[in-house]
C-alpha cells in the first residue's frame, strides 16, 4: 500500500488518534500532516518500508512531544522571578509593597516544598536552567523535574490564591486558619 493510498484511507482516522492525545482538533490535524510528511520523508529516502505502523508510531511520538512542549510552557506561566526583583528608586509605595507581599507568599510556599522540588523550582526559575538541564544535573528524567515544577507551581498559586483571604482582598467570609 502506498503513502497517498494510507493518506486517503486512514487520514481521518489517524487525526482522531492524534486528538485523543492532544484533545484539541486543530492540533490534532496539524500533528497528523507532520506524521505523514515524516513517513514521506523517509520513503523518499529508502530508510524504512512505509506502513500505516509506522505512521501511527510517528504521530504517537509527535504527539508526545507536543505535550511535553505544553507542560514546559504551563511550568513557565509564573514567568520570571525577575518581575519580583528590588524596585527602583522612587517606585509607587502602593506597588512596593504589592511586590513584598508577593515575595512573602513564594517564600512561604517554598518553605513547604520538599527538598528536591525546592531544587528543581530553584534551578528553573533562578538559574533558569531548562528541564533537561535540570534533569541531566540532578540525575533525574526529565518527567521527573515536570512533575517536581508542577507541585512548586501548584503550592505558590495556592499561596497566592490564599493570599486575597488573609488581606482583606475579594473574598468576604473569612478563612479559618489552623
Not at 141 to 153: D, G, I, N, W
Amino acid at each position: 500500500m502506498s503513502l497517498a493510498d494510507i493518506y486517503r484511507d486512514r487520514h481521518a482516522a489517524l487525526e482522531r488518534y492524534v486528538r485523543r492525545f492532544l484533545g484539541n482538533a486543530e492540533e490534532a490535524a496539524d500533528v497528523a500532516q507532520d506524521a505523514f510528511l515524516k513517513v514521506y520523508v523517509a520513503e523518499l529516502g529508502h530508510q524504512t518500508p512505509v506502513s500505516e505502523a509506522l505512521l501511527y508510531t510517528a504521530a504517537r511520538n509527535l504527539a508526545l512531544s507536543e505535550l511535553r512542549k505544553r507542560t514546559s510552557r504551563a511550568t513557565d506561566a509564573m514567568g520570571d522571578m525577575s518581575e519580583l526583583s528590588v524596585e527602583a528608586v522612587g517606585a509607587d509605595p502602593e506597588a512596593i509593597a504589592s511586590n513584598r507581599q508577593m515575595i512573602a507568599f513564594v517564600e512561604a510556599a517554598m518553605k513547604k516544598m520538599p527538598p528536591r522540588c525546592l531544587a528543581v523550582f530553584r534551578l528553573r526559575k533562578l538559574d533558569e536552567l531548562s528541564h533537561i538541564e535540570i534533569a541531566l544535573q540532578m540525575g533525574m528524567t526529565t518527567k521527573s523535574v515536570e512533575r517536581h515544577m508542577t507541585h512548586a507551581l501548584q503550592l505558590c498559586h495556592e499561596a497566592l490564591t490564599n493570599k486575597g483571604s488573609r488581606s482583606g482582598g475579594r473574598r468576604s467570609t473569612p478563612q479559618v486558619r489552623e
